[in-house]
Protein backbone atom coordinates (compact mmCIF):
# COMPACT_ATOMS: atom_id res chain seq x y z
CA UNK A 1 0.00 0.00 0.00
CA UNK A 2 1.40 3.12 -1.24
CA UNK A 3 1.05 6.72 0.73
CA UNK A 4 -0.87 8.80 -1.82
CA UNK A 5 -0.22 12.54 -1.80
CA UNK A 6 -2.90 14.69 -0.97
CA UNK A 7 -3.83 17.11 -3.89
CA UNK A 8 -4.57 20.90 -3.05
CA UNK A 9 -8.07 21.96 -3.41
CA UNK A 10 -9.45 22.79 -6.84
CA UNK A 11 -11.39 26.55 -6.86
CA UNK A 12 -14.30 25.76 -9.16
CA UNK A 13 -13.94 28.01 -11.94
CA UNK A 14 -16.86 29.62 -13.84
CA UNK A 15 -17.58 31.05 -17.07
CA UNK A 16 -17.89 34.83 -17.31
CA UNK A 17 -20.99 35.41 -19.60
CA UNK A 18 -23.51 35.01 -16.45
CA UNK A 19 -21.87 37.29 -14.67
CA UNK A 20 -21.13 40.00 -17.33
CA UNK A 21 -25.05 39.69 -17.98
CA UNK A 22 -26.06 39.86 -14.37
CA UNK A 23 -24.19 42.71 -13.37
CA UNK A 24 -24.96 44.96 -16.97
CA UNK A 25 -28.98 44.16 -15.57
CA UNK A 26 -27.96 45.24 -12.68
CA UNK A 27 -26.03 48.77 -13.91
CA UNK A 28 -29.34 49.25 -16.21
CA UNK A 29 -31.65 49.17 -13.18
CA UNK A 30 -29.24 51.48 -10.57
CA UNK A 31 -29.60 54.34 -13.45
CA UNK A 32 -33.29 53.49 -14.48
CA UNK A 33 -33.78 54.14 -10.61
CA UNK A 34 -31.81 57.58 -10.70
CA UNK A 35 -34.63 58.91 -13.10
CA UNK A 36 -37.27 57.63 -11.31
CA UNK A 37 -36.47 60.23 -8.76
CA UNK A 38 -37.06 63.32 -10.60
CA UNK A 39 -40.64 64.75 -10.31
CA UNK A 40 -41.76 67.80 -9.93
CA UNK A 41 -44.52 68.97 -6.88
CA UNK A 42 -48.32 67.98 -7.52
CA UNK A 43 -50.43 71.34 -8.47
CA UNK A 44 -47.57 72.85 -10.54
CA UNK A 45 -49.55 73.25 -13.67
CA UNK A 46 -50.08 77.10 -13.11
CA UNK A 47 -46.24 77.50 -12.89
CA UNK A 48 -44.83 74.19 -14.78
CA UNK A 49 -41.94 75.57 -15.81
CA UNK A 50 -40.82 77.23 -11.91
CA UNK A 51 -41.46 74.71 -10.65
CA UNK A 52 -39.16 72.42 -13.68
CA UNK A 53 -36.68 74.77 -12.40
CA UNK A 54 -37.09 74.86 -8.47
CA UNK A 55 -35.95 70.89 -8.87
CA UNK A 56 -32.24 71.79 -10.37
CA UNK A 57 -30.53 70.03 -7.23
CA UNK A 58 -32.56 66.94 -8.24
CA UNK A 59 -31.45 67.29 -12.24
CA UNK A 60 -27.80 67.63 -10.73
CA UNK A 61 -27.73 64.97 -8.69
CA UNK A 62 -29.32 62.72 -11.52
CA UNK A 63 -26.34 63.93 -13.84
CA UNK A 64 -23.33 63.08 -11.35
CA UNK A 65 -24.77 60.00 -10.46
CA UNK A 66 -25.64 58.27 -13.76
CA UNK A 67 -22.27 59.56 -15.00
CA UNK A 68 -20.97 57.95 -11.56
CA UNK A 69 -22.91 54.83 -12.65
CA UNK A 70 -21.38 54.85 -16.25
CA UNK A 71 -17.79 55.07 -15.38
CA UNK A 72 -18.24 52.34 -12.75
CA UNK A 73 -19.66 50.18 -15.62
CA UNK A 74 -17.09 51.00 -18.16
CA UNK A 75 -14.47 49.92 -15.69
CA UNK A 76 -16.81 46.92 -14.75
CA UNK A 77 -17.10 46.27 -18.75
CA UNK A 78 -13.08 46.40 -18.96
CA UNK A 79 -12.62 43.87 -16.27
CA UNK A 80 -14.98 41.66 -17.18
CA UNK A 81 -13.53 41.82 -20.41
CA UNK A 82 -10.00 40.57 -19.40
CA UNK A 83 -11.74 37.60 -17.26
CA UNK A 84 -11.15 33.83 -19.05
CA UNK A 85 -12.63 32.44 -16.00
CA UNK A 86 -14.38 33.18 -12.62
CA UNK A 87 -14.34 31.92 -8.79
CA UNK A 88 -17.05 32.33 -6.33
CA UNK A 89 -14.93 34.97 -4.64
CA UNK A 90 -15.07 36.94 -7.35
CA UNK A 91 -18.71 36.16 -8.04
CA UNK A 92 -18.98 37.50 -4.27
CA UNK A 93 -17.08 40.18 -4.85
CA UNK A 94 -18.79 41.45 -7.78
CA UNK A 95 -21.69 41.02 -6.04
CA UNK A 96 -20.74 43.30 -3.34
CA UNK A 97 -19.77 45.77 -5.56
CA UNK A 98 -22.93 45.60 -7.50
CA UNK A 99 -24.92 46.18 -4.20
CA UNK A 100 -22.84 49.33 -3.37
CA UNK A 101 -23.57 50.43 -6.98
CA UNK A 102 -27.40 49.61 -6.64
CA UNK A 103 -27.55 51.81 -3.70
CA UNK A 104 -26.60 54.95 -5.04
CA UNK A 105 -29.92 56.32 -6.08
CA UNK A 106 -30.69 56.82 -1.97
CA UNK A 107 -27.95 58.76 -1.23
CA UNK A 108 -28.70 60.56 -4.35
CA UNK A 109 -31.97 61.24 -3.50
CA UNK A 110 -30.77 62.46 -0.33
CA UNK A 111 -28.27 64.79 -1.23
CA UNK A 112 -31.11 65.83 -3.99
CA UNK A 113 -33.33 66.93 -1.30
CA UNK A 114 -31.25 67.96 1.55
CA UNK A 115 -27.97 70.33 -0.45
CA UNK A 116 -29.44 73.72 1.06
CA UNK A 117 -29.99 72.66 4.07
CA UNK A 118 -26.63 73.07 6.18
CA UNK A 119 -26.44 70.18 8.09
CA UNK A 120 -28.57 67.57 6.46
CA UNK A 121 -26.32 68.78 3.13
CA UNK A 122 -23.35 67.47 4.86
CA UNK A 123 -24.50 64.45 6.16
CA UNK A 124 -25.94 63.28 3.07
CA UNK A 125 -22.65 64.32 1.12
CA UNK A 126 -21.17 62.41 3.60
CA UNK A 127 -23.27 59.22 3.03
CA UNK A 128 -22.93 59.99 -1.05
CA UNK A 129 -19.20 60.42 -0.55
CA UNK A 130 -18.81 56.91 1.27
CA UNK A 131 -21.16 54.95 -1.47
CA UNK A 132 -18.51 56.48 -4.05
CA UNK A 133 -15.59 55.33 -1.93
CA UNK A 134 -16.71 52.15 -1.52
CA UNK A 135 -17.76 51.54 -4.90
CA UNK A 136 -13.98 52.42 -6.10
CA UNK A 137 -12.40 50.66 -3.70
CA UNK A 138 -14.52 47.58 -4.81
CA UNK A 139 -14.00 48.00 -8.22
CA UNK A 140 -10.17 47.99 -7.71
CA UNK A 141 -9.96 44.94 -5.17
CA UNK A 142 -12.49 43.06 -7.74
CA UNK A 143 -9.51 43.48 -10.64
CA UNK A 144 -6.68 43.59 -8.07
CA UNK A 145 -8.08 39.61 -6.97
CA UNK A 146 -8.74 38.96 -11.05
CA UNK A 147 -5.01 39.47 -11.64
CA UNK A 148 -3.69 37.92 -8.09
CA UNK A 149 -5.46 34.87 -8.91
CA UNK A 150 -4.73 34.41 -12.14
CA UNK A 151 -8.35 34.92 -13.36
CA UNK A 152 -7.05 37.13 -16.67
CA UNK A 153 -7.30 35.98 -19.93
CA UNK A 154 -3.59 34.69 -21.61
CA UNK A 155 -3.84 37.06 -24.52
CA UNK A 156 -3.85 40.29 -22.55
CA UNK A 157 -0.27 41.74 -22.57
CA UNK A 158 1.18 42.33 -19.37
CA UNK A 159 1.44 46.01 -19.76
CA UNK A 160 -2.18 45.95 -20.47
CA UNK A 161 -3.09 43.90 -17.25
CA UNK A 162 -0.73 46.93 -15.36
Given at each position: ??????????VP????NR????????????????????????GS??????????????????????????????????????????????????????????????????????????????????????????????????????????????????????
Open positions: MTAQKAQPAQAFRTVEAFSDGVFAIAITLLVLELAVPAEHDLWGAVMDEWPSYLAYLVSFSTVGAVWVGHTVITECLARATPVLIRLNLLLLMVVSFLPFPTKLLAEYVDEDRPERVAATIYGLNLLLTAMLLSLLWRYAVREGLIRTDIADDDVR
